[in-house]
């Protein structure tokens, strides 16, 4: 089924819409940070009130449930609301100065330009969570969606110009990242680059950035864990495994793909996870009732289908699934049933690689210690999870574990607009997006001094 037809776009074009949000520094500087925000309220209140289409457009063009889609529609709208309040904070400090008769304080500057580019996994929410906080503090963007799912970006784009933001401020490039991210990271003009994608891609585009001395934020891959304890809820875990390893098809950054249980309760709970996997509905994602829908693309499904051959390859035993589903229903898309290894060790490439799928891979463990040796032992620090009763080792979890966000008793999924959201090693680098942090990362710090001595 063909959703849209975009422009290809290439490096020409790139060079203009930079220049364009160029020439619009100075009115979207000078407009004052509530009027800023007034606008983003609009575009908020726009897309409140076109939830049910925009929710269409990411299951059409991503493929994901129209449930999770709506899910994105929310985190998108919450993440706008943010925004549009923080228009009238963005505080600074004001402290007392070492000399008489002077006042000190810090105020925030936009940082010029900035560069967005984002992936195909949350079509709608990660350009806004970008988009959002960089245009509140008066930045003016260049805005790349990934070539796959141009068109919930273009739409949320239209969104921000029918709310009365002016022209230029807000630029839209459709196509390869491969023929215009050069561009849209080197430019002398840009000043700053927002970037959520792969580890390679987010690797190359930092070290091109700092070339530059442009400030650099890379949300890249995770290998997120959940440790079930021999203690915890067994219901509770077994609800957010399945979640966290199949929901949106394993197509998160924050997914569940590897499961970390205790030896005393391994069995059980292996064979209760999978009647609980048995249940789920796959589809397309616009029937009713549908829990997963299909890979994205064809690549991505040929993605997950190497990396199953891959585990079996080395040795981990296929415990449920592992194969592309095909038949009445299925033919239009790129359907893979939810996957379970078990018999995993640490130096598959099933347990260290970011798969992008619905596959899970398991470990047994014989105590808390090695479930935590197991859990950092991979590149990737972006999400994790522990489920126990036990307070002590909650809170031990949390110093010892080397991801950006982590959860107790919770699954390894999302994350709320107001705090931070992000990884360490390998997940993510520079700051932190969401929350403060992304007001930190599009302004500048201005420190002030007067002396009113006269
Ligand atoms: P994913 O597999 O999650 O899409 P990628 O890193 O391949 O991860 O892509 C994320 C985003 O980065 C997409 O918008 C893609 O077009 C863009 N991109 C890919 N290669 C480059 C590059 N060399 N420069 C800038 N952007 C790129």
Partial sequence: MIVGTVQRSDTFDAKKAIESAHQSIQIWAETPAPQRGTIIYRAFELLRSRQAEFAKTITEEEGKSLADALGEVHRSMNIMEYAAGEGRRMFGQTTPSELPHTLAYTTRRPLGVVSIITPWNFPLAIPAWKI??????????????????????????????????????????????????DTLVTHPMVRGISFTGSTDTGSRLYSMGAGTLKKVQCEMGGKNAIIVLSDADIEKALTSVVSGAFGSTGQRCTA?????????????????????????RIGYGLLPGIDIGPASSEEQLEQILRYIELGKAEGATLTYGGNRITGPGFDEGFYVEPTIFTGVTTNMSIAQEEIFGPVLTCFKVKDYAEAIAICNNVQFGLSSSIYTRDLSKAFSYVNQIETGML???????????????????????????QGTEAINFFSEITTVYVDYAG
Avoid: M, Q, W
């Fill in 132 to 181: 959002a906080p960089a245009l509140i503090c008066g930045n003016t963007i260049v805005f790349k969606p990934a070539t796959s799912t141009p068109i919930s970006g273009i739409n949320l784009v239209s969104l921000f110009e029918e709310a009365g933001l002016p022209p230029g401020v807000l630029n839209i490039v459709t196509g390869p990242g491969s023929s215009i991210g």
């Fill in 407 to 433: 959860h107790i008793n919770a699954p390894t999924l999302g994350g709320e607009v107001h705090l931070p959201f992000g990884g360490t090693k390998a997940s993510g680098v520079g700051t932190r997006e």
């Fill in 256 to 280: 569940t793909s590897r499961l970390i249980v205790e030896e005393t309760i391994y069995d059980n709970f292996i064979s209760a996870l999978i009647d609980k996997t048995k249940k789920l």
